[in-house]
């Protein structure tokens, strides 16, 4: 196996939080892939604001549930030892445990004998598969879309799972492809592109978006930033290895520099559209921008209809915020684009 | 410890290979670094032709070796159960063992048993050290010359060497920075930045390169190449934390095709300079090329001059063959450049 695979459907359990953002992934796993989820468990009353019913394990386990996917935030964080008796019920019962905190839940002594007495699998959606080959560069059929960013945390992962969305509702057939842990839990699959190894990066990203029908998209998500300082190499070996038929830009409306690198000043729009086509080229001689996506949170409905409108004057673009509004002008390109 | 660092002086050590082109390292070794050799010991009669004695495990201890040098060709290849009898005997003499094979020394279990026993080190050149941070892009003093290239295998290495000679011969300050294994075990130091994980490769680069003197050159050895379909991240990440204030292209004069992706054409020099340029810029805006190093052992002495002289002229750059007549014409361009 030498991709991520988490077995649908979940029991989301977020310990004992019950703030969304602090169990992003727990709450963005219901909100892209609501028809996975069986129900939450929480070690408090309550739960997360949504509608997703609390249940025991034992409840999960009669209600299908395959796996326990802990949905705290995935940057950061442990495995407190106060869930271990939760966890170590769940894989007693035969439900798989995913995690993509930074504790790895193969470190931990207790699981792996419950999980090897049971047969349960503990996966670390942070570790890659092994057995990941160089890249070949060879072409594949069906077409790809890759999210680029002028920074990281800039909104690539749920551009992409919008316009997958949106694809799907015009009637395209489109796969999310997940490169980073939320997005391999949210997924169900995947490779952590940034844990891989350099010298097989383009080859991950060659298995991730595999060959397909003529007419399927692969939607995929992006990872770093082509000219950011820390992880460009990270960037260039997926963009190389994806092969992309098309590429939106993610940008935020107010970052001047690059996060936590404040040396930097963002690259500009279109410095990542001329180096990402450039470097594309080389993979997909076709490769072209398609839409730049902003995250525009910071402006008031006025502001961001005169931002994006004047953007996409400049680029002769769509320019959307996929948060309002969705993507579907960059979908009408794609499909005025790429006719089947 | 997040460099590997190897203790000179070395006893070169190839098995039963006498032909230096199937013993590479040990050769490249004494050709780079003889002050660093101390002997070779071939395990038949004979040895390599080199200008190094023949001696036992005793009398190298006796000379002052620190460090068994397993000399064989890098790239492939293991380690015969016919050596293991010497290798343990060298442990046992408090001799450490370093090699960059694909078969890790630390992987044989009598071979650990005896470092164990007697303090020796088994230094696998192949697996990169632990604790590197992620790329900062912060500023560090000192110059940094990269090699890079239109291709793998098109000659880094041995420019990297070439200049860093031919630069103290001109009185300049100068160290080779070793990125792959070979060079490491001439270096005696380095990181093998293709065996890093992607998040971490500018990083990497960053430890390679670390702050200097302002009148220092690192000459850094490149690895894979920008607009290659399988290692374009490692290059990529690797020129970003180098930093580089110039560069050098590495080309082969007859080679048309990207080695081993024969669908891909080998990328021009000039699309070579400009991305390189445009990237590096990021981190460096002084960054330019310096001068072009081609492999021209296809070509006769006067197709060499004829091809290197149009090239130059194409260019407006020195283009040198580094086997044949070195790299001065690059080292009195950077002088002229980079005047102290």
Same mark, same amino acid.
């Given at each position: #196996?030498?991709?991520?695979?988490?077995?649908?459907?979940?029991?989301? /359990?977020?310990?004992?939080?019950?703030?969304?953002?602090?169990?992003?992934?727990?709450?963005? #796993? /219901?909100?892209?892939?609501?028809?996975?989820?069986?129900?939450?468990?929480?070690?408090?009353?309550?739960?997360?604001?949504?509608?997703?019913?609390? #249940?025991?394990?034992?409840?999960?386990?009669?209600?299908?549930?395959?796996?326990?996917?802990?949905?705290?935030?995935?940057?950061?964080?442990?495995?407190?030892?106060?869930?271990?008796?939760?966890?170590?019920?769940?894989?007693?019962?035969?439900?798989?445990?995913?995690?993509?905190?930074?504790?790895?839940?193969?470190?931990?002594?207790?699981?792996?004998?419950?999980?090897?007495?049971?047969?349960?699998?503990?996966?670390? &959606?942070?570790?890659?598969?092994?057995?990941?080959?160089?890249?070949?560069?060879?072409?594949?059929?069906?077409?790809?879309?890759?999210?680029v960013g002028t920074d990281c945390a800039i909104g690539k992962k749920y551009t992409a799972l919008a316009v997958e969305k949106d694809m799907k509702k015009a009637g395209l057939k489109a796969d999310f492809?997940?490169?980073?842990?939320?997005?391999? #839990?949210?997924?169900?699959?995947?490779?952590?592109?940034?844990?891989? &190894?350099?010298?097989?990066?383009s080859g991950a990203a060659e298995l991730l978006s595999p060959d397909n029908e003529d007419d399927h998209w692969d939607v995929i998500e992006g990872q770093g930033g082509i000219l950011h300082p820390g992880? =460009?190499?990270?960037?260039?070996?997926?963009?190389?290895?994806?092969?992309?038929?098309?590429?939106?830009?993610?940008?935020?409306?107010?970052?001047?520099?690059?996060?936590?690198?404040?040396? /930097?000043?963002?690259? =500009?729009?279109?410095?990542?559209?001329?180096?990402?086509?450039?470097?594309?080229?080389?993979?997909?001689?076709?490769?072209?921008?398609?839409?730049?996506?902003?995250?525009? =949170?910071?402006?008031?409905?006025?502001?961001?209809?005169?931002?994006?409108?004047?953007?996409?004057?400049?680029?002769?673009?769509?320019?959307?915020?996929?948060?309002?509004?969705?993507?579907?002008?960059?979908?009408?390109?794609?499909?005025?684009?790429?006719?089947?």
């Amino acid at each position: #196996m030498n991709k991520i695979e988490i077995k649908a459907p979940y029991l989301i /359990f977020v310990g004992s939080e019950t703030d969304p953002t602090e169990a992003k992934t727990g709450a963005g #796993m /219901f909100k892209w892939r609501p028809e996975l989820c069986t129900g939450q468990l929480v070690l408090k009353s309550g739960g997360l604001p949504i509608d997703l019913p609390l #249940m025991t394990i034992a409840q999960a386990k009669e209600a299908g549930a395959k796996t326990l996917l802990i949905g705290t935030a995935a940057i950061g964080g442990g495995i407190p030892d106060e869930w271990l008796d939760t966890l170590e019920e769940a894989l007693n019962a035969g439900l798989d445990i995913a995690a993509g905190v930074h504790k790895r839940l193969n470190d931990i002594p207790r699981l792996c004998a419950a999980a090897q007495k049971s047969g349960a699998r503990l996966i670390d &959606v942070r570790i890659p598969p092994k057995n990941i080959p160089v890249g070949t560069g060879k072409k594949r059929r069906g077409k790809r879309i890759l999210m680029v960013g002028t920074d990281c945390a800039i909104g690539k992962k749920y551009t992409a799972l919008a316009v997958e969305k949106d694809m799907k509702k015009a009637g395209l057939k489109a796969d999310f492809r997940a490169s980073g842990q939320t997005g391999i #839990m949210i997924a169900g699959k995947g490779i952590p592109i940034d844990a891989v &190894v350099g010298d097989f990066i383009s080859g991950a990203a060659e298995l991730l978006s595999p060959d397909n029908e003529d007419d399927h998209w692969d939607v995929i998500e992006g990872q770093g930033g082509i000219l950011h300082p820390g992880y =460009s190499g990270v960037s260039m070996g997926l963009l190389v290895g994806s092969q992309p038929d098309a590429f939106i830009v993610c940008h935020h409306a107010n970052r001047t520099h690059i996060s936590g690198w404040d040396d /930097f000043p963002l690259p =500009s729009i279109e410095d990542v559209i001329n180096l990402t086509t450039t470097v594309g080229a080389q993979v997909n001689p076709a490769i072209h921008c398609v839409g730049v996506s902003v995250n525009t =949170s910071d402006l008031n409905d006025n502001e961001r209809k005169g931002y994006l409108d004047a953007l996409s004057a400049r680029l002769n673009l769509p320019c959307v915020d996929p948060l309002k509004g969705g993507t579907n002008k960059i979908i009408e390109r794609i499909i005025a684009e790429f006719p089947n």
